[in-house]
């Protein structure tokens, strides 16, 4: 256990089962194990620790003027035979900004050094409490048994009502589609799942319900662009959260990669992580900027990878600063053509000249792209070449004439940081805006080569 994580944090002292009351402690106070809570806060928290109250939570807490998930959850670390508890809103001071930051980074090391978690999967609020209501299970029905003409064998089967299935009452609720669950689930060593109609236990070995059903649950392997694409499924009270929920998940995995993470994406191979695709075509960006526009933190609403960039060989060299640049092998910097096709856009080009071909020339398609926020917005675009996908020797449909395709940005010049700017000089910064495929192998030839840089 980290002592001094424990030295930093606060916990509560549940106190034995004939106290009425609990209160909040110092880490340095407070040896030994504890336990975590993960629940939902619902609307609104009825009860947290301010700068105004703390020095009365330290004093005590009466237990019938805690939300009914925490109550219980005091009762269940007492049941467990432990003293210590963690709850997001007690053992942190809500209005104090800076504490809150500190806390939100160690987030992860918390859940990952608590003796177990206390999960309230069945509860979409801090009122609804750990211990569902069960509703009455039908009896099992008997169905006799009637042997065959060489069988002596006689009696009875019985057939029994199926308990609720571990999607339902997990996978599926606005518990588990919590931002924080993600990162609370995978690094907890031990979890308690209080659900609807069934107790679920999961720990790093196995996990089963109260049927005795073994459950699918996460690994510590987990490919980080399935994780992503997970988490950006689920929702987060707060749009600033974004990074800082997953900083517990991106640090445990830091310390066993032995590799460098900056802004949800790791910098080993930022030519894979920086070719995300929105999943419903629309993100929204929020208010505040949080993260870099090549980072999926920079927006809201679900991504994915396509499977063919994880195989893909990068075409440029990349080098993180802040904000990111891009220093090419080859030509990466170029002025598209855009026209609406289907749910993404065509990429075209015009060939020849308007004497030769009239006013438009002959357009002709060279790939495809997809705007991050679903719209097609003042240009104009500009494409960053990443990487080259790899043509699959092994399929049975390879034509060694078959030309391979790039996985490329789609970019925006930065506006001039003033109006005595010259807004045509070239200064080299721009921001993602989406990300396509260029099927046109020799589109790059006659391209100048350049360096940018995407912030």
Same mark, same amino acid.
């Given at each position: 256990?980290?002592?001094?994580?424990?030295?930093?944090?606060?916990?509560?002292?549940?106190?034995?089962?004939?106290?009425?009351?609990?209160?909040?402690?110092?880490?340095?106070?407070?040896?030994?194990?504890?336990?975590?809570?993960?629940?939902?806060?619902?609307?609104?928290?009825?009860?947290?620790?301010?700068?105004?109250?703390?020095?009365?939570?330290?004093?005590?807490?009466?237990?019938?003027?805690?939300?009914?998930?925490?109550?219980?959850?005091?009762?269940?670390?007492?049941?467990?035979?432990?003293?210590?508890?963690?709850?997001?809103?007690?053992?942190?001071?809500?209005?104090?900004?800076?504490? @809150?930051?500190?806390?939100?980074?160690?987030?992860?090391?918390?859940?990952?050094?608590?003796?177990?978690?206390?999960?309230?999967?069945?509860?979409?609020?801090?009122?609804?409490?750990?211990?569902?209501?069960?509703?009455?299970?039908?009896?099992?029905?008997?169905?006799?048994?009637?042997?065959?003409?060489?069988?002596?064998?006689?009696?009875?089967?019985?057939?029994?009502?199926?308990?609720?299935?571990?999607?339902?009452?997990?996978?599926?609720?606005?518990?588990? =589609?919590?931002?924080?669950?993600?990162?609370?689930?995978?690094?907890?060593?031990?979890?308690?799942? %209080?659900?609807?109609?069934?107790?679920?236990?999961?720990?790093?070995?196995?996990?089963?319900?109260?049927?005795?059903?073994?459950?699918?649950?996460?690994? /510590?392997?987990?490919?980080?662009?399935?994780?992503?694409?997970?988490?950006?499924?689920?929702?987060?009270?707060?749009?600033?959260?974004?990074?800082? /929920?997953?900083?517990?998940?991106?640090?445990?995995?830091?310390?066993?990669?032995?590799?460098?993470?900056?802004?949800?994406? @790791?910098?080993?191979?930022?030519?894979?992580?920086?070719? @995300?695709?929105? =999943?419903?075509?629309?993100?929204?960006?929020?208010?505040?900027?949080?993260?870099?526009?090549?980072?999926?933190?920079?927006?809201?609403?679900?991504?994915?990878?396509? #499977?063919?960039?994880?195989?893909?060989?990068?075409?440029?060299?990349?080098?993180?600063?802040?904000?990111?640049?891009?220093?090419?092998?080859?030509?990466? /910097?170029?002025?598209?053509?855009?026209?609406?096709?289907?749910?993404?856009? /065509?990429?075209?080009?015009?060939?020849?000249?308007?004497?030769?071909?009239?006013?438009?020339?002959?357009?002709?398609?060279?790939? @495809?792209?997809?705007?991050?926020?679903?719209?097609?917005?003042?240009?104009? %675009?500009?494409?960053?070449?990443?990487?080259?996908?790899?043509?699959?020797?092994?399929?049975?449909?390879?034509?060694?004439?078959?030309? #391979?395709?790039?996985?490329?940005?789609?970019?925006?010049?930065? #506006?001039?940081?003033?109006?005595?700017?010259?807004?045509?000089?070239?200064?080299?910064?721009?921001?993602?805006?989406?990300?396509?495929?260029?099927?046109?192998?020799?589109? %790059?030839?006659?391209?100048?080569?350049?360096?940018?840089?995407?912030?």
């Amino acid at each position: 256990m980290d002592q001094n994580l424990l030295r930093r944090a606060s916990l509560i002292d549940v106190g034995s089962e004939s106290d009425n009351s609990c209160a909040l402690v110092e880490g340095a106070s407070s040896p030994g194990e504890y336990i975590t809570l993960s629940y939902c806060w619902g609307k609104d928290q009825p009860l947290c620790t301010l700068k105004a109250n703390v020095k009365e939570h330290m004093t005590g807490i009466l237990l019938h003027k805690m939300p009914k998930t925490l109550r219980e959850a005091v009762l269940v670390t007492r049941k467990l035979g432990l003293r210590y508890l963690w709850i997001d809103a007690l053992c942190i001071v809500q209005d104090d900004s800076e504490e @809150w930051r500190r806390a939100a980074l160690q987030m992860g090391n918390i859940y990952q050094n608590s003796f177990c978690t206390i999960a309230a999967a069945g509860s979409a609020s801090s009122r609804d409490g750990l211990f569902i209501p069960r509703h009455d299970i039908d009896a099992p029905v008997a169905i006799p048994y009637v042997p065959g003409p060489n069988q002596v064998a006689k009696g009875e089967f019985y057939i029994y009502p199926a308990r609720h299935t571990f999607p339902k009452c997990v996978q599926e609720t606005t518990w588990n =589609k919590r931002g924080w669950v993600l990162q609370e689930r995978i690094l907890s060593r031990r979890i308690i799942l %209080f659900a609807e109609g069934q107790t679920f236990f999961e720990c790093q070995r196995s996990s089963q319900g109260e049927d005795r059903v073994p459950l699918t649950v996460y690994g /510590a392997d987990w490919d980080w662009c399935l994780l992503v694409e997970d988490y950006t499924q689920r929702a987060l009270t707060q749009p600033g959260d974004k990074l800082y /929920a997953l900083a517990g998940l991106a640090e445990n995995m830091a310390r066993q990669r032995g590799k460098q993470y900056s802004n949800g994406i @790791w910098c080993e191979n930022l030519h894979l992580y920086i070719l @995300w695709c929105s =999943k419903q075509g629309i993100m929204e960006r929020p208010l505040s900027r949080r993260a870099p526009s090549w980072s999926w933190a920079a927006l809201d609403g679900p991504i994915f990878w396509e #499977p063919s960039i994880l195989e893909a060989s990068a075409s440029c060299k990349i080098s993180l600063s802040s904000p990111a640049t891009l220093e090419p092998e080859t030509e990466i /910097a170029y002025l598209i053509n855009l026209e609406t096709h289907s749910s993404c856009f /065509a990429l075209l080009e015009s060939v020849g000249s308007e004497s030769d071909q009239g006013d438009q020339g002959f357009v002709q398609k060279v790939g @495809w792209w997809a705007f991050d926020q679903g719209k097609l917005i003042d240009g104009p %675009f500009y494409a960053a070449l990443v990487s080259e996908n790899n043509n699959n020797t092994n399929a049975k449909s390879y034509d060694p004439s078959d030309e #391979p395709s790039y996985n490329a940005l789609i970019l925006k010049r930065v #506006p001039p940081p003033s109006e005595h700017h010259d807004r045509y000089h070239h200064d080299g910064q721009f921001s993602r805006v989406g990300m396509g495929e260029i099927i046109k192998r020799d589109w %790059f030839k006659t391209r100048q080569l350049e360096s940018i840089t995407i912030s």
